[in-house]
């Protein structure tokens, strides 16, 4: 391998700047919209009450559907055969071509989200006010499980990112698809085989799955399974042929 | 530049599209690469670009392992495919964003070659407003541009009007140069026919011809004569007026080529 196959500063720059042209309008769509329902949602709940908005709530949704939304739609030159040949003859490494997108699609779009629900509530908190009604402020740092969400977005963000290069058609649809087979898979297979074998205290309704113990489990696995999903799209990546 | 020996592809397991395909490609030029429908020219351009990957045997461009798609390796070649897709932006941007990736890419060359296609007046309108012909002449005079030691090129003439044909054929040989391969895939002979130095066909999955403008010119004569009466020649195809023919070059003098009539003499000593 020569030297500089894999990375390089100034050709990962200009892939960064060459990618950011590329993404740029799913990301900035994708945040108007879901900002703009998150909007619309909190008027018609209590933009004309004194209803006390939680934020927090607002704030993870519109970031979890978004961030999802946003990974799925991550190399959008794998939807077209002409524009991945483009994509795949472009000189730049697997590598570099995956981490400008994860930057983008993994903390870009996170960053952005942040600015756009601060003016959100701004928005709100001006409307509010002018009605003389009360807004409370919204401290994303004050939420304890903050870093708990990140890693779940990430994790989950990682599934979409690895299925928008698996399936060149519709692989937002085709992703959630596979995610509720394997739940329904590994519900089943938890209902009917580990927790029997292995648990004694075995109830229908209460499996290995959902006990505590696999709470602190899942954790664990999402540390383990981010970079497994990362590393297996570099590799789709790297395989694809057209 | 190119050494493929002893090529195996297929789409599907059990019918091979390349059996034992060897290719050796040492000196530049502009090389024409014809077949027909079918026959693997685009498979052999992706196999060469890395787009494939060949099953078995070696393939070699430019000192590198296409499959690899090494950034050195792919910032010395271009690949401009019969069916493309444009990002969303005007010229000028495409320009600034993607020239960066090229080393040798000569911004005062693009905007000449630009010019030579009557497309200097539309470098800032997005290029998917743009119809199929100016597209295309936007990424030839791209491709031009960045001076890269490979270019493929499949049916670059399709969508050109006639006089941006002519300019085709001028900035191919001005870009063209000792260091750098041409390959052009087509069946449009008769708009690339003066600009080739050698002729590559390909057919069932194999190498048939592989041999320069010279050698062929200085091998066969190309004719046309009235009747087949008392000639002696290696291939005839009837006209409405009399018959194409090709017969040995006795005076090893260099004669006009008809590509169509030796492609088809080809294609026909290997049924």
Not at chain 2, 147 to 171: C, M, Q, W
Not at chain 2, 179 to 190: A, G, L, M, P, W
Not at chain 2, 196 to 212: E, P
Not at chain 2, 225 to 231: A, G, T
């Amino acid at each position: 391998m020569k030297k500089n196959d894999l990375f390089d500063t100034n050709r990962f720059l200009i892939t960064l700047k060459a990618e950011s042209n590329r993404l740029k309008k799913s990301v900035l769509v994708n945040l108007v919209a879901t900002v703009g329902i998150l909007f619309i949602i909190s008027l018609l709940v209590s933009g004309i009450s004194n209803v006390m908005l939680n934020f927090n709530t607002f704030f993870y949704i519109g970031l979890y559907i978004g961030s999802f939304i946003v990974a799925g739609m991550a190399f959008p030159d794998f939807r077209k055969k002409e524009s991945t040949i483009r994509y795949l003859t472009l000189p730049a490494s697997v590598f570099e071509k995956q981490v400008s997108q994860m930057l983008i699609v993994f903390v870009g779009y996170i960053l952005f989200y942040v600015i756009a629900f601060y003016l959100y509530w701004i928005l709100i908190w001006g409307w509010r006010h002018i009605l003389g009604l009360d807004t409370t402020f919204f401290n994303i740092f004050d939420d304890p499980d903050l870093t708990k969400h990140f890693i779940t977005i990430w994790f989950w963000q990682s599934v979409f990112f690895l299925g928008s290069v698996w399936f060149s058609k519709s692989p937002i649809i085709k992703t959630v698809l596979i995610i509720f087979s394997v739940i329904a898979f590994l519900s089943l297979l938890d209902l009917f085989v580990i927790t029997k074998i292995f648990f004694d205290n075995y109830t229908a309704h209460h499996g290995f799955i959902h006990s505590n113990f696999n709470i602190e489990f899942n954790s664990y696995l999402y540390y383990f399974l981010i970079p497994l999903f990362w590393v297996a799209t570099y590799f789709k990546i790297k395989e694809k042929q057209i | 530049m190119i050494q493929i020996n002893q090529m195996y592809f297929a789409y599907k397991k059990d019918i091979p599209l390349f059996e034992n395909l060897s290719l050796e490609i040492n000196s530049g030029g502009i090389y024409g690469l014809l077949g027909k429908n079918g026959a693997g020219k685009t498979s052999l351009i992706k196999i060469i670009s890395g787009l494939l990957f060949p099953h078995n045997g070696n393939v070699n461009v430019l000192g590198f392992n296409p499959p690899k798609r090494s950034p050195l390796f792919l910032s010395q070649l271009i690949l401009l495919p019969e069916e493309f897709d444009l990002p969303p932006m005007s010229i000028k941007r495409y320009e600034e964003v993607f020239s960066s990736f090229y080393p040798d890419f000569d911004k005062d060359k693009f905007k000449l070659y630009l010019a030579k296609f009557d497309l200097d007046s539309f470098v800032l309108q997005n290029m998917n407003t743009l119809s199929y012909g100016q597209k295309k002449k936007a990424l030839l005079s791209f491709a031009f541009a960045s001076n890269t030691k490979l270019l493929l090129l499949d049916e670059p003439t399709n969508g050109l009007d006639i006089p941006s044909k002519a300019v085709f054929r001028k900035l191919c040989i001005e870009a063209s140069d000792n260091d750098k391969v041409f390959i052009i895939s087509t069946h449009q002979v008769k708009d690339v026919e003066r600009l080739l130095d050698q002729i590559i066909i390909i057919d069932k999955g194999k190498i048939v011809s592989n041999q320069s403008i010279n050698e062929i010119s200085q091998t066969y004569k190309f004719e046309f004569v009235d009747s087949l009466d008392n000639i002696s020649f290696l291939y005839s195809e009837q006209m409405l007026d009399g018959y194409k023919i090709i017969t040995d070059n006795s005076t090893n003098e260099p004669s006009q080529i008809d590509i169509e009539l030796y492609f088809n003499a080809i294609i026909n000593k290997n049924k």
